[in-house]
């Protein structure tokens, strides 16, 4: 199978904070391994000399990365690649992908991966559109141009049932139908960052928390400051916040401020420390390495998480918000509706050794399929 890979990376210049490029960086590999000939389409390579790579230009914004597909471009990557699958990780480019098919006279399936939903379902089952892709009101565009990039594909991949469901039901609110398409396909676990658990006792002091997310106002970073001043004075706790960008350009902090405003905020919290792994999957193993468990994001309708599988794969329980993906794939005893119960559950991962021995070896336990040989497979067969 001669596969080309369309990958937009978003942090060309902060690898490790784009889930994207770790995601290919890892998968590919095991495909090329499975014997699929893989060629990454992408402003940069992958670490495999073996995955051929295809230089592209990063989109400037994340709404080019939507809105200006390239369409020459991918005419004459397509002519000179000749894919017997395409897999194109902006579903919104599917569309563009399927029109220099045409024009290359190529006959290829394309598959749209994902990556990120620009919009999630509430409680009350009303869909909502995404916030960090609404600026100047675009939300309801970048919505649409995602369910044509749906309708473009042969295959819809998705991280999770819950995914997979609201995909299903963003695509039936413009009358696409998914039948036969749509398949679930969890991403791979990083194997630099894998630890088994080991049976330690309850920390002498503090015990450290890790927030290992993007400091958006989207992913819910409100919600986890307010809770960080309650479990640093509540719970024999100490908080790691991962300051995933560090100096954003002056567009990005234009475009959206929150990350740097709310990074000040957490930083100026007794018993909070922020920290960088200064773009090293090596010295993030490390700053993982050195915590009691893991805090989930409080993103609305979180679909999935790659921070959430590094945590487990390093043997750490994540305590979660009970919403979205996390509420399908966390243990219930770690789930918390209200700050009074997530200060609880981390006291009790805190102090309790057999509480958190059982919980850590889940943890690790619930990483064992997405090892990137098992989802190699399953991507494979899902693109059959």
């Given at each position: 199978?001669?596969l ?8 060309p210049?902060?690898?490790?904070a ?14 090329t ?7 990454v ?9 073996r ?5 592209t ?5 994340k ?8 369409l ?24 563009a ?5 045409l ?6 399936l ?43 594909c ?10 997979a ?22 991403a791979?676990?990083?194997e ?15 015990a450290v ?6 400091l ?5 970073t409100d ?6 001043g ?25 475009l ?10 957490l ?5 909070v ?11 993030y ?27 487990e ?11 979205g ?36 070896k ?6 064992a ?7 190699a ?8």
């Open positions: 199978m001669r080309l890979y369309l990958l937009n990376v978003s942090n210049h902060r690898l490790s784009d889930s994207g490029f770790t995601f290919a960086n890892v998968l590919t590999p095991a495909l391994d499975a014997g699929a000939e893989v060629t389409a992408a402003p940069v390579a992958v670490g495999d000399t995955v051929e790579f295809e230089p230009v990063s989109p400037t914004t709404y080019r990365a939507r809105f200006d597909p390239g020459n471009g991918l005419v004459e990557l397509i002519r000179r690649t000749r894919p017997e699958v395409v897999v194109a990780n902006q579903i919104e480019v599917a569309p992908v399927r029109a220099a098919l024009e290359a006279g190529r006959d290829a394309i598959a749209g991966y994902c990556h990120y939903l620009p919009f999630s379902f509430g409680t009350d089952g009303r869909l909502q559109l995404d916030p960090s892709l609404d600026d100047g009101g675009l939300g309801r565009s970048v919505l649409l141009s995602f369910v044509a990039g749906l309708a473009a042969d295959r819809v991949l998705t991280h999770s049932r819950t995914a469901t609201w995909t299903v039901a963003a695509a039936a609110h413009a009358s696409v139908d998914l039948t036969g398409k749509l398949r679930i396909v969890p791979p676990r990083d630099l960052l894998l630890r088994d658990p080991v049976d330690a006792a309850a920390p002498d002091g503090r928390a890790v927030y290992n997310h993007r958006y106002q989207h992913y819910g919600r986890f400051t307010s809770l960080a309650r479990l640093v004075s509540q719970a024999p706790v100490a908080l790691m916040v991962m300051d995933m960008f560090g100096t954003r350009s002056a567009a990005r902090v234009r959206d401020p929150s990350p740097e405003r709310y990074r000040a905020e930083a100026a919290l007794p018993g420390a922020v920290v960088s792994d200064r773009g090293s999957r090596r010295r193993r490390g700053l993982l390495a050195g915590a009691r468990f893991g805090i989930a994001p409080f993103r609305v309708g979180c679909p999935w998480s790659m921070s959430v599988i590094d945590c794969a390093m043997g750490l329980p994540v305590m979660a918000p009970r919403t993906w996390l509420a399908e794939h966390i243990d219930d005893d770690l789930l918390f509706d209200t700050a009074d119960e997530a200060v609880a559950i981390a006291t009790r991962l805190a102090t309790d050794t057999e509480f958190h021995r059982v919980h850590a889940r943890a690790f336990a619930a990483t399929d997405l090892a990137p040989p098992v989802v497979a399953r991507y494979l067969e899902a693109l059959r």
